[in-house]
């Protein structure tokens, strides 16, 4: 069975550009999660949707959006891009809603280098 | 806000050492405590501690919760060069859909 698989692996961006990270979760998953780790630390909570809603939202600019579109799989866009906003961007999928019993599982994530 | 915060930073053993990593976390309403290993890229699950499940164990990995103290530590016995990754503790917050993570303890484990 397949796992999170995410899109691109690597990118390099300017600062200013737009960006937009794919995320399909493992089959039958109806909760993706979005999470930013910058080098050298843990992943930050971004975004969780659940049946193509938002559920949380965590402490970053308007400049990132995403969704969740009707097969679960979702996109992450980050807009006007600066430096710091260079990290692996990890998306995790779930069953439930409420992930917090250990059942998220991460794909491998999008590194974005932002110059 | 929630709050995790890991030590040692990173760590250095050789093969067959025993090392323990420290997790503190402080959390408005304490549900679980997730401990994930993350080799390159995706972090793997590794443990879940719970008010009623404080002691887990998984070959020559095991984890402690301390309720009182709030904190929790993982402890890798006869290290291998393969246990050589990054470990992370987190907590979910209190609607449970999101995980507030450490900054995570760097393990490297020589020949």
């Known amino acids: 069975d397949a796992g999170v698989t995410q899109s691109p692996t690597h990118l390099i961006k300017t600062r200013g550009q737009q960006v937009t990270l794919r995320c399909s979760p493992i089959?039958?998953?109806?909760?993706v999660s979005w999470y930013q780790q910058v080098l050298g630390q843990g992943p930050q909570f971004i975004f969780q949707?659940?049946?193509?809603?938002?559920?949380g939202r965590g402490n970053f600019p308007d400049r990132f959006s995403a969704r969740q579109f009707p097969n679960y799989s979702s996109e992450l866009n980050v807009n006007a891009l600066l430096l710091g906003d260079s990290a692996l961007y990890l998306c995790?999928?779930?069953?439930?809603?409420?992930?917090?019993?250990?059942?998220?599982?991460f794909g491998e994530g999008s590194r974005l280098t932002v110059l | 806000e929630d709050k995790v915060v890991q030590s040692p930073l990173s760590l250095v053993v050789h093969e067959g050492d025993t090392v323990t990593l420290n997790c503190s976390y402080e959390?408005?309403?304490?549900?679980?405590l997730l401990w994930y290993k993350q080799e390159k890229k995706a972090p793997t699950f590794l443990f879940m501690l719970t008010s009623s499940g404080i002691e887990k164990k998984s070959g020559r990995l095991s984890s402690i919760l301390d309720k009182k103290e709030l904190f929790s530590i993982l402890n890798i016995t006869a290290t291998q060069t393969g246990d050589s990754a990054v470990y992370l503790c987190a907590v979910p917050n209190n609607a449970g859909n999101m995980l507030t993570f450490g900054g995570g303890t760097r393990l490297m484990v020589k020949p």
């Open positions: 995790a999928s779930s069953l439930v809603s409420r992930p917090n019993t250990g059942e998220l599982f």
């Open positions: 949707y659940y049946e193509k809603e938002e559920r």
């Open positions: 959390v408005t309403n304490f549900r679980s």
């Open positions: 089959s039958g998953h109806k909760s």
